[in-house]
């Protein structure tokens, strides 16, 4: 379906300020740039203008009014996505939600939070732990709740309490004719009627704009137990993930580091490791003991897969830069990089395929002869390839998609999935008829049914 949209003209714009004001709505080329990328490689496109909604009944007012005059809007939390997914393609109005930040309620007996979508992850977790709670999704960047919904983000601790969808109980939700629903519930599990909030979890608001989430959190672990491992190649580490979760070792985190990304990773971590493939480990539990039998286990099979170094004991302060330089990882390989631009591709496969999704990825950037940095949440099967080209190079960066796309298709081919947690965005959106089939028609009738003028964050998602 083709849209007409409407150019946001002098009378929309008194129209919307009448809702929220002077101060929460800007058309200066600053806050337009601001919000015409993300930390993706794709094409900025400035909007039209931007607002900053203070609350449901605002959100409500403007996606009504954008509605009947065919604006296309585009919400946004802290822009630090990865595939183009906020980027205002078709212009139109942002709703920046980075007001819309407030902690309604910690109901610490159930394990809950009312939240509203531009709280950042990270304050939250700051906050929770006084309580000893934490919510578990860990993107890494300083995402926004609101974000991390619409792209069902992860991150290092999925393997152990799930991605984003996982965590989310109910939510309040725009519709792109005003409306506002209520999907979920406030019970921890539930079999009434057709399960609505997962439409709405990963859909990039394509179908409805979040304005509040009721949130599961979890208690914070008594004690953990880290350990770095070290292989001679990529393909024994990758065989080690599949046996301890075979074993059913179930560590909170299992990451694998190429060994070009283990070089990147030690010179800035000052952790001692070979510069050769790595697994980052970690395992939470109720006592001391109970996580040092599970990294007995784990040094048992490492060793039984060729693991040239198994280093455990790791302490507090030593175990959270080793996070926190993983989690910075992007940050790190851009700046020895300089001059030159990154393509990140986030396959997943099924466990069982993981190695040989691994050595193949390894493989393809050995061939490209650029730099390229292979890094996995390995305990899910989610592989990150990152690609560094020159810009304007176009022989280069026809090198790098290429491999992107090599990737994809081996990812498909071995049942995975052309994203594991980044969404489809812009780039991945060729991908979705291959991976899904005639499934995509009935994504299409969905999208018309929920937004039947197309103005929620067009050209996104579907192809």
Same mark, same amino acid.
């Given at each position: 379906?083709?849209?007409?949209?409407?150019?946001?003209?002098?009378?929309?714009?008194?129209?919307?300020?009448?809702?929220?004001?002077?101060?929460?709505?800007?058309?200066?080329?600053?806050?337009?740039?601001?919000?015409?990328?993300?930390?993706?490689?794709?094409?900025?496109?400035?909007?039209?203008?931007?607002?900053?909604?203070?609350?449901?009944?605002?959100?409500?007012?403007?996606?009504?009014?954008?509605?009947?005059?065919?604006?296309?809007?585009?919400?946004?939390?802290?822009?630090?996505?990865?595939?183009?997914?906020?980027?205002?393609?078709?212009?139109?109005?942002?709703?920046?939600?980075?007001?819309?930040?407030?902690?309604?309620?910690?109901?610490?007996?159930?394990?809950?939070?009312?939240?509203?979508?531009?709280?950042?992850?990270?304050?939250?977790?700051?906050?929770?732990?006084?309580?000893?709670?934490?919510?578990?999704?860990?993107?890494?960047?300083?995402?926004?709740?609101?974000?991390?919904?619409?792209?069902?983000?992860?991150?290092?601790?999925?393997?152990?309490?799930?991605?984003?969808?996982?965590?989310?109980?109910?939510?309040?939700?725009?519709?792109?004719?005003?409306?506002?629903?209520?999907?979920?519930?406030?019970?921890?599990?539930?079999?009434?009627?057709?399960?609505?909030?997962?439409?709405?979890?990963?859909?990039?608001?394509?179908?409805?704009?979040?304005?509040?989430?009721?949130?599961?959190?979890?208690?914070?672990?008594?004690?953990?137990?880290?350990?770095?491992?070290?292989?001679?190649?990529?393909? /024994? @580490?990758?065989? !080690?993930?599949?046996?301890?979760?075979?074993? $059913?070792? +179930?560590?909170?985190?299992?990451? #694998? *580091? /190429? @060994?070009?990304? !283990?070089?990147?990773?030690?010179?800035?971590? $000052?952790? +001692?490791?070979?510069?050769?493939? #790595? *697994?980052?480990?970690?395992?939470?539990?109720?006592?001391?003991?109970?996580?040092?039998?599970?990294?007995?286990?784990?040094?048992?099979?490492?060793?039984?897969?060729?693991?040239?170094?198994?280093?455990?004991?790791?302490?507090?302060?030593?175990?959270?830069?080793?996070?926190?330089?993983?989690?910075?990882?992007?940050?790190?390989?851009?700046?020895?990089?300089?001059?030159?631009?990154?393509?990140?591709?986030?396959?997943?496969?099924?466990?069982?395929?993981?190695?040989?999704?691994?050595?193949?990825?390894?493989?393809?950037?050995?061939?490209?002869?650029?730099?390229?940095?292979?890094?996995?949440?390995?305990?899910?099967?989610?592989?990150?390839?990152?690609?560094?080209?020159?810009?304007?190079?176009?022989?280069?960066?026809?090198?790098?998609?290429?491999?992107?796309?090599?990737?994809?298709?081996?990812?498909?081919?071995?049942?995975?999935?052309?994203?594991?947690?980044?969404?489809?965005?812009?780039?991945?959106?060729?991908?979705?008829?291959?991976?899904?089939?005639?499934?995509?028609?009935?994504?299409?009738?969905?999208?018309?049914?929920?937004?039947?003028?197309?103005?929620?964050?067009?050209?996104?998602?579907?192809?």
């Amino acid at each position: 379906m083709e849209t007409n949209y409407q150019r946001v003209t002098q009378l929309h714009l008194t129209y919307l300020e009448n809702i929220v004001g002077p101060e929460r709505l800007s058309t200066g080329k600053s806050n337009l740039e601001l919000h015409s990328h993300d930390e993706s490689h794709h094409r900025a496109v400035e909007p039209e203008v931007v607002i900053w909604p203070v609350s449901a009944q605002e959100v409500s007012e403007i996606l009504k009014f954008s509605n009947q005059n065919r604006i296309p809007v585009t919400a946004w939390g802290a822009g630090s996505s990865l595939e183009g997914n906020p980027i205002p393609v078709k212009r139109g109005i942002v709703l920046d939600f980075t007001q819309m930040n407030r902690i309604l309620e910690i109901r610490e007996q159930d394990f809950q939070a009312d939240v509203e979508p531009g709280v950042i992850y990270k304050d939250l977790n700051q906050k929770l732990r006084h309580k000893g709670l934490f919510f578990p999704p860990d993107p890494g960047a300083a995402a926004t709740i609101g974000g991390m919904i619409a792209n069902n983000a992860s991150g290092t601790r999925a393997l152990r309490y799930g991605a984003t969808r996982d965590n989310v109980l109910r939510l309040k939700v725009i519709m792109a004719d005003g409306e506002m629903i209520e999907v979920g519930t406030r019970a921890s599990k539930t079999s009434s009627g057709y399960r609505l909030l997962d439409l709405f979890v990963g859909s990039e608001g394509t179908l409805g704009v979040v304005v509040e989430a009721t949130i599961r959190l979890r208690g914070l672990p008594q004690e953990f137990s880290a350990a770095v491992v070290s292989f001679p190649e990529v393909g /024994d @580490a990758a065989r !080690a993930v599949f046996e301890m979760l075979k074993g $059913g070792l +179930e560590p909170a985190a299992l990451e #694998l *580091l /190429d @060994a070009e990304t !283990a070089r990147l990773f030690k010179e800035d971590s $000052g952790i +001692e490791a070979p510069v050769s493939p #790595l *697994l980052l480990i970690e395992f939470h539990g109720p006592t001391t003991s109970y996580t040092s039998e599970l990294v007995e286990m784990a040094r048992e099979i490492a060793e039984g897969c060729g693991a040239e170094v198994f280093r455990s004991g790791i302490g507090r302060q030593e175990r959270d830069n080793l996070w926190k330089t993983r989690h910075s990882l992007a940050e790190i390989i851009k700046r020895v990089n300089v001059g030159r631009k990154a393509l990140s591709t986030d396959v997943a496969v099924p466990i069982s395929s993981f190695p040989e999704m691994v050595a193949f990825a390894s493989d393809e950037v050995r061939k490209a002869g650029l730099p390229g940095y292979v890094f996995c949440h390995a305990g899910n099967g989610n592989i990150h390839v990152v690609m560094m080209g020159r810009e304007g190079d176009q022989a280069e960066w026809a090198s790098i998609w290429e491999l992107s796309n090599k990737l994809v298709k081996q990812a498909v081919s071995l049942g995975g999935t052309c994203s594991g947690e980044h969404g489809i965005g812009i780039g991945k959106r060729k991908y979705m008829a291959e991976e899904h089939g005639r499934s995509v028609a009935w994504m299409r009738k969905i999208k018309d049914l929920f937004d039947p003028n197309h103005i929620l964050n067009p050209q996104k998602v579907l192809p």
